[in-house]
């Protein structure tokens, strides 16, 4: 079974602060890295994906860093605030075309 | 439209009983998913349809039976659940298989 490993479990970080969440996979059938983000009550969201045609994308706040040699990406929320308290899920996708999410990370951004 | 609608939000049913959760889609995906999560864990995989047929059954008990009607609907069909399976249940859809997902909000069920 795919093995996705995610750190830290949970994170709390002061507001204005760096939030670095990582994830690191065994094999992938698939070239596309997504990172979801759930609030309490809802479904997972869509935040950011990467293609590793490319070691890093940004979206605003967000950026992802990919590194294909050690098999790992990690999640980056600069000026993180309140409203990013959440829980954040990586995952990628296995040979039977499967999305297999990391354990998760629970995010909470202090004022 | 980029919305996957899920219904009931909520569900509360006893070992006995048979309910439906539903979920719709009008984004044109042709890709439905539903997934299982318990509380501060990852989704897990349940039923994968493709072109509105069944791809992929990760060993679901049988007490739960997935239907695709048409291809902007889903179906979750339970029967004779137990405690253990309370849960939020989550309706996804991809425009094909391995393409990004989106989530409906989930239907969160209680058997009692």
């Known amino acids: 079974q795919q093995q996705v490993k995610q750190s830290p479990q949970s994170l709390i970080v002061q507001k204005g602060g760096i939030s670095i969440i990582n994830c690191a996979y065994e094999n992938t059938a698939f070239d596309y890295f997504p990172w979801y983000q759930q609030f309490p009550g809802k479904g997972p969201a869509l935040l950011i994906a990467i293609r590793p045609d490319v070691s890093e994308k940004k979206e605003g706040r967000f950026t992802i860093s990919f590194n294909k040699s050690a098999k790992q990406f990690s999640l980056h929320i600069m000026d993180s605030q309140p409203g990013d308290s959440a829980t954040y899920f990586c995952?990628?996708?296995?040979?039977?075309?499967?999305?297999?999410f990391g354990q998760g990370t629970e995010l909470s951004v202090k004022p | 439209d980029t919305e996957v609608t899920q219904t009931p939000k909520h569900l509360v049913m006893g070992m006995t009983n048979k309910k439906s959760l539903k979920c719709e889609q009008h984004m044109g995906h042709r890709a439905m998913y539903w997934y299982k999560q318990k509380a501060k864990k990852p989704p897990e995989l349940m039923f994968v349809y493709s072109y509105e047929k069944l791809s992929i059954n990760e060993s679901v008990p049988s007490r739960f039976s997935p239907e695709c009607p048409n291809s902007s609907l889903l179906n979750l069909h339970l029967h004779a659940l137990q405690p253990e399976d309370s849960a939020l249940y989550l309706c996804?859809?991809?425009?094909?298989?391995?393409?990004?997902?989106?989530f409906g909000s989930g239907t969160q069920l209680s058997v009692l």
């Open positions: 995952a990628v996708y296995n040979q039977g075309g499967k999305l297999i």
């Open positions: 996804a859809s991809g425009r094909t298989i391995n393409e990004k997902l989106f």
